[in-house]
């Protein structure tokens, strides 16, 4: 799976030790990711950010190693435009001044271009192509059981939003031939569900065979029954009854490898005066302003990891999910890694930037090392407490930032030259930050892990390597 923010990476994933003993987190957006909910549920926000994050960290946008890939968008809603991804991406560092027609890295496309069942061959025809491209295979950090690295094709970005209103050309023309409540239009539903289905019970094969990464929209609404007294059934265990996918295909429930939930969106308002509750800056204070908005999400089934526990990520209607605010709320909610009072207050790995609620916004936006920080210690929490096997290789952030220091590396190394998350290889040669991910932090603090990168980074930045010493 691609990493794409720790809320989303940890829940789904798991660690798996590579060549140098590092250990990588496999979690976050696999081969067919669904998502579901009601209008105004911000399904497509959440869409958004994975085909984004992905991009930013796997579709080498600027062509640096020759390996870019694209992310393809199939709109049946025609409401989401070239421009609308463009300024999503700028929230994203390795997207910011992009341009999408530019660099090609983005193609959206309505069903007023193209009809569904013909976008979804399309889709085929392109990653058969992609399959016989020898170039296109990349090698991944990751170890198979014959010791050798295993390799990837370079990831192929996808989101149909949604398949509820995708729309099929033999169920158009029976629209075209008869009128609202002709009897020949009473196998209209019929033919959208059978054709919908066609379609998903291959994407699976698809999308694993040729390296796509696709994310597909549904709508929940309330089932209705002929008989007003008969029990409804439950569609998922977590699905509540009475709810149901509208005109989405019943294999879209058990074929998608992740299925969320986006149950609510609520505003993020301040209770006293009712401006956002994290402001950008010191001018965002227009009372009765909703545009941040706290989106509750529930896995509602998952190959990979638990299901059942909802969590929450705040999102911005105008600039969409905002990783590091979530980050920062949820550590916030669960008093961890935190120092100061309810006013004031610092991550205790990082001590120096001083936070307030009316500030951490515009600082996670403009410090990168304040970002890093919030990544770590939300993995913290996190593993903490959803991974109770890992107790005794998780160390408390006033402890790990004690650990660390003595061993005399610097907090500035960490936060501001590393990265948690995987790349393959070959995009791996061009990027500036080395991999460390939280789990390897905490057992270098433990002397357990010596980072592999380590005496390289110390030749090219002209420092003493004393960490060795204390590994001889």
Same mark, same amino acid.
């Given at each position: 799976?691609?990493?794409?923010?720790?809320? =989303?990476?940890?829940?789904?994933?798991s660690?798996?030790?590579?060549?140098?003993?590092?250990?990588?987190?496999?979690?976050?957006?696999?081969?067919?990711? #669904?998502?579901?909910?009601?209008?105004?549920?911000?399904?497509?926000?959440?869409?958004?950010?994975?085909?984004?994050?992905?991009?930013? &960290?796997?579709?080498?946008?600027?062509? /640096?190693? #020759?390996?870019?890939?694209? @992310?393809?968008?199939?709109? %049946?809603?025609?409401?989401?435009?070239? $421009?609308?991804?463009?300024?999503?991406?700028? =929230?994203?560092?390795?997207?910011?001044?992009?341009?999408?027609?530019?660099?090609?890295?983005?193609?959206?496309?309505?069903?007023?271009?193209?009809?569904?069942?013909?976008?979804?061959?399309?889709?085929? !025809?392109?990653?058969?192509?992609?399959?016989?491209?020898k170039? +296109?295979?990349?090698?991944t950090?990751?170890?198979? /059981?014959?010791?050798?690295?295993?390799?990837?094709?370079?990831?192929?970005?996808?989101?149909?939003? %949604?398949?509820?209103?995708?729309?099929?050309?033999?169920?158009?023309?029976?629209?075209?031939?008869?009128?609202?409540?002709? %009897?020949?239009?009473?196998? !209209?539903? +019929? &033919?959208?569900?059978?054709?919908? %289905?066609?379609?998903?019970?291959?994407?699976?094969?698809?999308?694993?065979?040729?390296?796509?990464?696709?994310?597909?929209?549904?709508?929940?609404?309330?089932?209705?029954?002929d008989?007003?007294?008969?029990?409804?059934?439950?569609?998922?265990?977590?699905?509540?009854?009475? *709810?149901?996918?509208? &005109? @989405?295909?019943?294999?879209?429930? =058990?074929?998608?490898?992740?299925?969320?939930?986006?149950?609510?969106?609520t505003?993020?308002?301040?209770?006293?005066?009712? *401006?956002?509750?994290?402001?950008?800056?010191s001018?965002?204070?227009?009372?009765?302003?909703?545009?941040?908005?706290?989106?509750?999400?529930?896995?509602?089934?998952?190959k990979?990891? +638990?299901t059942?526990?909802?969590f929450?990520i705040?999102?911005?209607?105008?600039?969409?999910?905002?990783?590091?605010?979530?980050?920062?709320?949820?550590i916030?909610?669960?008093?961890?890694?935190?120092?100061?009072?309810?006013?004031?207050?610092?991550?205790?790995?990082?001590?120096?930037?001083?936070?307030?609620?009316?500030?951490?916004?515009?600082?996670?936006d403009?410090?990168?090392?304040?970002?890093?920080?919030?990544e770590? *210690?939300?993995?913290? @929490?996190?593993?903490?407490?959803?991974w109770?096997?890992? #107790?005794?290789?998780?160390?408390?952030?006033?402890?790990?930032?004690? $650990?660390?220091?003595?061993?005399?590396v610097?907090?500035?190394?960490?936060?501001?030259?590393?990265?948690?998350?995987?790349?393959?290889? !070959?995009?791996? !040669?061009?990027?500036?930050?080395?991999?460390?991910?939280?789990?390897?932090?905490?057992?270098?603090?433990?002397?357990?892990?010596?980072?592999?990168?380590?005496?390289?980074? @110390? /030749?090219?930045?002209g420092?003493?390597? *004393?960490?060795?010493?204390?590994? $001889?």
């Open positions: 799976m691609l990493n794409v923010g720790s809320l =989303f990476d940890v829940q789904s994933g660690y798996q030790v590579g060549e140098h003993g590092e250990h990588i987190l496999n979690g976050g957006y696999p081969h067919f990711l #669904g998502i579901c909910g009601r209008a105004n549920t911000y399904k497509t926000t959440v869409m958004n950010h994975f085909n984004l994050s992905a991009t930013e &960290r796997y579709g080498d946008v600027f062509n /640096k190693a #020759g390996q870019q890939s694209v @992310c393809l968008v199939y709109d %049946s809603e025609s409401s989401l435009t070239p $421009a609308r991804i463009e300024h999503l991406g700028n =929230f994203y560092p390795g997207l910011k001044g992009w341009d999408v027609e530019e660099t090609g890295a983005v193609l959206v496309t309505d069903n007023n271009g193209m009809s569904g069942n013909h976008y979804f061959h399309q889709i085929k !025809e392109f990653a058969k192509a992609k399959v016989k491209d170039k +296109a295979i990349l090698t950090p990751f170890i198979g /059981k014959d010791g050798k690295h295993l390799t990837m094709l370079r990831p192929t970005m996808a989101g149909i939003d %949604s398949i509820s209103n995708m729309n099929i050309d033999s169920v158009d023309a029976i629209y075209d031939k008869n009128q609202i409540g002709d %009897s020949k239009m009473n196998m !209209e539903a +019929a &033919r959208v569900g059978a054709a919908k %289905s066609q379609m998903v019970i291959q994407i699976p094969k698809l999308v694993s065979s040729s390296g796509f990464y696709m994310t597909m929209t549904a709508h929940l609404g309330d089932e209705i029954l008989d007003p007294y008969a029990p409804s059934k439950k569609k998922l265990q977590f699905l509540k009854q009475g *709810t149901k996918l509208k &005109r @989405c295909p019943e294999n879209f429930t =058990f074929l998608t490898n992740i299925l969320y939930n986006c149950m609510s969106a505003p993020l308002q301040n209770k006293a005066d009712k *401006t956002p509750l994290f402001p950008r800056d001018d965002d204070r227009t009372p009765g302003d909703m545009d941040l908005q706290l989106i509750t999400i529930q896995v509602l089934r998952s990979s990891g +638990a059942g526990l909802p929450e705040i999102a911005s209607q105008r600039d969409g999910l905002h990783m590091g605010l979530s980050e920062f709320r949820y916030k909610e669960r008093k961890f890694g935190l120092d100061g009072n309810d006013l004031k207050y610092a991550l205790s790995i990082y001590p120096d930037r001083l936070l307030q609620r009316t500030t951490v916004r515009g600082l996670i403009n410090d990168p090392k304040l970002k890093r920080a919030l770590i *210690t939300c993995e913290l @929490c996190m593993i903490s407490q959803l109770k096997g890992m #107790g005794d290789i998780v160390l408390e952030p006033e402890y790990l930032f004690k $650990a660390i220091n003595d061993l005399g610097s907090w500035d190394v960490i936060l501001g030259d590393t990265r948690g998350y995987w790349l393959p290889k !070959e995009l791996e !040669e061009h990027e500036d930050k080395y991999f460390l991910s939280t789990i390897d932090l905490c057992l270098l603090a433990r002397k357990q892990y010596y980072p592999y990168w380590w005496d390289d980074y @110390c /030749k090219s930045k420092m003493e390597n *004393t960490l060795k010493k204390q590994f $001889a």
